[in-house]
C-alpha cells in the first residue's frame, strides 16, 4: 500500500543551525511532493511545493530536495529560530492529480 | 484577506447527540475538504466536493454526512458522535485546475465528546 514516513520523534535544534526534515515514501510515484506547517490547534500552512522532474526548490531560508530514487523529500531550515518551532507535514498528490496523501508530521523545537 | 473560516472553534457535545460544523470559504475555490485529523496523526480524507460532486472516501463511517448548498460554504454533520469521534475536524480548500496547487485550511474546530 501507499505510504509515506515521517520521523514520529521531535528534532531538537539549538537556534541557528540548519534544521533537517525527512519524508519517505513507498509504493507510489508522485508528480509533486508538497510540505506544510501546523501550528498547535491550528490547522495546517502550505509552505513549499517542488515537481517530480525538480530537484530541489528554495524559498527564503527555506529548501526542499526531491529525489524520486531514494523516494525521499527532504525539507531544510537554514539559520532556525525558536519562531521555527512547529509540526511540519509533507503531502504527495494521489491519483487523482488533486488529492493529498498526507504524512503524520515532524514536530521541530528550536532551543534559544 | 481571503480565508477559510470554520466555526466554532470548540465544540463540545454529548454522546450521541448530533453535531455540525461549518465552514466558510471566500477563494472561489471548487474543491472543499473535510480532514479528521488527532493527536500526532496525519490529517484523514473524510470527503470532499468537487464543484457539487460529492466524493466520500471508502473508510468514511456512514455516521458522517456533509453538505455543500453552495461555493462558498460547507458543512460536517455527524449523526451520533461517538467518543472515537473526538479529534479536530479541518475544512480545506483548492483549485485544481493547475496541478500542485496547495491546499488552504481553516484553523479546525476542535470537537469534544462527553
Known amino acids: 500500500s501507499q505510504k509515506i514516513e515521517q520521523n514520529s520523534e521531535a528534532l531538537n535544534i539549538q537556534e541557528g543551525k540548519t534544521a533537517t526534515l525527512t519524508c519517505n515514501y513507498t509504493?507510489?510515484?508522485?508528480?509533486?511532493l508538497q510540505w506544510y506547517r501546523q501550528d498547535p490547534g491550528r490547522g495546517p500552512v502550505f509552505l513549499l511545493l517542488?515537481?517530480?522532474n525538480e530537484k530541489e526548490k528554495r524559498k527564503e531560508r527555506l529548501k526542499v530536495t526531491f529525489d524520486t530514487t531514494l523516494k525521499q523529500s527532504l525539507f531544510h531550515i537554514t539559520a532556525s529560530q525558536p519562531a521555527d518551532s512547529a509540526t511540519y507535514l509533507c503531502?504527495?498528490?494521489?491519483?487523482?492529480?488533486?488529492?493529498?496523501?498526507w504524512g503524520a508530521g515532524t514536530k521541530l523545537i528550536i532551543k534559544p | 484577506d481571503a480565508m477559510v473560516i470554520q466555526n466554532p472553534r470548540y465544540q463540545v457535545t454529548q454522546f450521541g447527540k448530533p453535531v455540525t460544523l461549518s465552514c466558510s470559504q471566500t477563494?472561489?475555490?471548487?474543491?472543499m475538504y473535510w480532514y479528521q485529523q488527532k493527536s500526532s496523526q496525519a490529517p484523514k480524507l473524510l470527503f470532499h466536493y468537487y464543484d457539487k460532486d460529492f466524493n466520500n472516501e471508502a473508510d468514511t463511517p456512514d455516521n458522517f454526512q456533509s453538505r455543500r448548498p453552495n461555493t462558498s460554504f460547507c458543512f460536517l454533520d455527524i449523526r451520533s458522535p461517538g467518543l472515537g469521534d473526538a479529534a479536530m475536524y479541518l475544512c480545506?480548500?483548492?483549485?485544481?485546475?493547475?496541478?500542485?496547487?496547495?491546499?488552504?485550511f481553516g484553523d479546525g474546530t476542535r470537537l469534544s465528546i462527553l
Open positions: 480545506a480548500t483548492s483549485r485544481p485546475d493547475r496541478d500542485g496547487q496547495p491546499q488552504h
Open positions: 503531502a504527495l498528490v494521489a491519483d487523482s492529480n488533486y488529492q493529498l496523501i
Open positions: 477563494l472561489n475555490h471548487n474543491v
Open positions: 517542488i515537481r517530480e
Open positions: 509504493n507510489y510515484s508522485p508528480a509533486y
